[in-house]
């Protein structure tokens, strides 16, 4: 690889900077070069893919290869605040004598996650729904009381045993339908994605009532709807050992990386020798670069166009669908920007 194409494809790390940070893939910035670098999207389709490396329940990694960091950073953005999710909007609050303040006790409620498919309902305020119905809110009841427990073991000064509903926790939201809901969510299981999730503690007498109501949003009006615990992206570690690694030097070499990394191998001359075997497991701490005796042996890069995404799922949805919704909405809005295109041009001619 030539220094012209170390530049183009690779951020390169040193000791003590990070170089080519930017990309120089553009029309006319080597003019003596034949390679016609105008974007097309012939060349695009060739070049892009998605390679799925890990599904999990609430967690999904893949590989996005041959895309820029504008496309990769917009999934990003959309994942954690534009695709849509339910929440609880609304909280009415009957009774509260705990000791967690009404406020308190409403921004705890709006941050649970919401086992609730956001695609089957509507926005509030969408084609003239503008008040709560079924097509658009879903309602849960929260009604629970401290009391002694007559029967406490002899001794325990555990609450959960001397108290009954001592700890309010999640599971004690109760879904009560509206409309037709009853005959839509039949067989399903509604209510919030986690069970165990603490809402307050509470003593004999004290008491919580309240009515919560759930609905259709996005995480850029309020992180409670962001349907991500986290969406981000890393570009793919690149390890090229430059001349051979050998003896008790490959072991210190092996010990500069994360386990699964490098590996000592005997070669055919009989000597210990470090090769690479999953850059992807590196965390580019760039400890190498601290040994003076592996300066010139080794060089460090990460691909341009090669970015391992990854995505955690609140719950509400799987990450699989997630990447698809967020796949949609920017679909939505390049076809906005292309009719709004296409109207300021035939309103100049």
Not at 102 to 115: A, K, Q, S
Not at 196 to 219: F, S, T
Request: proline letters at 6%; hydrophobic letters at 35%.
């Amino acid at each position: 690889m030539d220094a012209i194409e170390q530049k183009r494809t690779r951020v390169s790390l040193h000791k003590d900077h990070v170089s080519n940070v930017s990309s120089i893939d553009f029309p006319g910035n080597f003019p003596f070069s034949s390679e016609d670098l105008s974007w097309s999207m012939e060349k695009f389709q060739q070049n892009f893919k998605i390679v799925i490396s890990r599904v999990g329940k609430d967690e999904m990694e893949f590989d996005l290869i041959g895309a820029d960091a504008s496309l990769a950073n917009a999934f990003r953005r959309i994942l954690i605040s534009e695709v849509p999710t339910m929440a609880i909007e609304s909280v009415f609050i009957y009774k509260n004598s705990s000791i967690v303040h009404d406020e308190v006790l409403c921004h705890r409620l709006g941050l649970i996650p919401i086992n609730l498919d956001p695609r089957s309902f509507e926005f509030v305020g969408q084609e003239n729904n503008n008040g709560p119905s079924d097509v658009n809110t879903v309602v849960f009841k929260l009604n629970i009381k401290c009391d002694n427990n007559p029967n406490p073991t002899v001794g325990s000064l555990d609450p959960n045993d001397l108290y009954k509903n001592s700890t309010v926790y999640s599971r004690h939201l109760i879904p009560e339908f509206q409309g037709g809901q009853a005959e839509f969510f039949e067989g399903t299981t509604v209510g919030p994605v986690h069970g165990d999730i603490v809402i307050a503690k509470m003593r004999p007498g004290q008491q919580i009532q309240a009515e919560m109501h759930c609905q259709k949003g996005i995480g850029k009006e309020h992180a409670k709807w962001s349907p991500v615990a986290t969406a981000s992206y890393r570009l793919l570690p690149e390890i090229k050992i430059l001349k051979p690694i050998t003896g008790d030097l490959a072991d210190k070499f092996s010990a500069c990386f994360p386990k699964g990394v490098v590996e000592v191998f005997t070669n055919k001359d009989g000597q210990k020798e470090a090769r690479v075997v999953n850059p992807r497991k590196d965390t580019v701490s760039r400890e190498v670069l601290r040994h003076k005796e592996f300066e010139d042996k080794v060089r460090l890069s990460r691909i341009r166009d090669h970015f391992l995404f990854s995505i955690e799922s609140t719950g509400a949805l799987p990450p699989p669908v997630l990447f698809l919704e967020a796949v949609s909405v920017l679909h939505q809005k390049c076809s906005r920007v292309r009719d709004a295109l296409f109207d300021l041009r035939a309103s100049l001619y």
